[in-house]
């Protein structure tokens, strides 16, 4: 082989040495997105990692979506004010994990408002659309603004027959909203942390916990257990359910390109009701294996005593909309607004 032949083999093999030690091509856009759901949910398999998926392909790998589940970037009343300072780009979170941070949003954590997560989630979405929860998410990009379905009354043996009942029933409420409604029953609610739940469930601090049927049996609780495990008596309850929402940095959102705006908004457009569909799903599965399940009492209440419930909580309505007056909200108009929207919705899903 001649001189020149061989520098040529030898240039091409450092070329070759340096490409398989270059770097992957970077993304332009990073977006670090924490969230509740646990791995391996379908919530979390279904709707958030298609999500990303979807962004990181249409835009050809200028956006990548780092999702992490549960637990992967901070704790889960943390994300929100992760998002808020640019700690991370995007969460899945919940709304009731910020005590006052999301007034107009609590409308929706009323008693008795909705009856599924499909009519719910589309009317808070048109609320949003219509400015009437705009100074709740001032600081952040809405991707999506949804709600569970009326939660369940799960106990550690107690029967829950009747309003009286609720007397002294120390509680774990998913937000301060659905907490004055069990507290006009009667109950003592308790704000506890996710992940706190099964402790104080084992401990006897907590007899009871309003929370969903699906929920329970995928949330680890004490000693490695479901929440569920530690649990024996299910009410059908549907008194109200938490909001959730799913968000991204202010910052971030406004300095990305136009053409990744779109992208971005394109794939976040199913968001909310992506998840409502899979949650109302997930809630009718769960209740009917648990109402054939002999480790379970499942109770459910008569119109009579579902009449009788709304007279008793009715007041907490009263006091929202004169909470809302002192924030400079009109309570009445979100209120009313609120209730026409979840009538329409309910209506179309018929």
């Known amino acids: 082989m001649s001189s020149r ?3 040529q083999s030898t240039a091409a093999a450092l070329l070759g ?47 990548e979506v780092a999702l992490k589940p549960l637990g992967g970037y901070g704790k889960p009343a943390e994300l929100f004010t992760m998002v808020e300072k640019g700690t991370i780009e995007m969460a899945a979170t919940v709304q009731g994990y910020h005590p006052g941070r999301f007034p107009q949003s609590s409308v929706m954590e009323l008693p008795f408002m909705f009856d599924n997560s499909i009519a719910g989630t589309s009317a808070m979405m048109s609320l949003y659309k219509e400015s009437l929860l ?7 990009k809405v991707l999506g603004l949804y709600v569970l379905p009326p939660y369940p009354i799960f106990t550690t ?13 120390r509680m774990r409420t998913p937000s301060t909203t659905v907490g004055v409604a069990l507290a006009k029953l009667g109950a003592v609610p308790l704000g506890i942390p996710l992940n706190m739940i099964g402790d104080t469930i084992a401990s006897g601090y907590v007899d009871a916990i309003a929370y969903g ?9 004490a000693a490695g257990k479901y929440l569920a495990d530690q649990l024996s008596v299910v009410v059908d309850a549907r008194l109200a359910a938490p909001a959730l929402m799913i968000v991204m940095n202010r910052a971030k959102w406004d300095a990305m390109p136009d053409d990744l705006k779109k992208i971005v908004e394109k794939h976040s457009s199913d968001l909310a009701m992506g998840n409502a569909r899979i949650r109302e799903a997930l ?17 459910s209440f008569s119109d009579e005593q579902r009449a009788e419930l709304q007279r008793v ?38």
């Open 5 to 7: 032949a061989m520098m």
């Open 17 to 63: 040495l340096v490409l398989l030690s270059a770097p992957a091509f970077a993304a332009d856009v990073v977006l670090r997105f924490g969230a509740i759901n646990i791995e391996n949910s379908q919530v979390y398999e279904q709707i958030l990692l298609p999500f990303g998926k979807a962004i990181e392909e249409e835009s050809g790998g200028r956006i």
């Open 134 to 140: 705009d100074k709740d998410y001032a600081s952040v």
């Open 157 to 169: 043996g107690k029967k829950i027959q009747s309003v009286k009942d609720f007397r002294g029933l």
């Open 213 to 221: 049927w699906d929920s329970a049996t995928t949330t680890k609780g």
């Open 283 to 299: 809630e009718a599965a769960t209740r009917k294996k648990m109402q054939t399940d002999p480790r379970f009492t499942v109770l």
């Open 313 to 350: 909580t009715a007041p907490a309505v009263a006091e929202w909309k004169a909470n809302m007056a002192k924030l400079g909200i009109d309570g009445e108009r979100l209120y009313t607004r609120a209730r026409e929207l979840i009538q329409q919705y309910k209506v179309a899903t018929k």
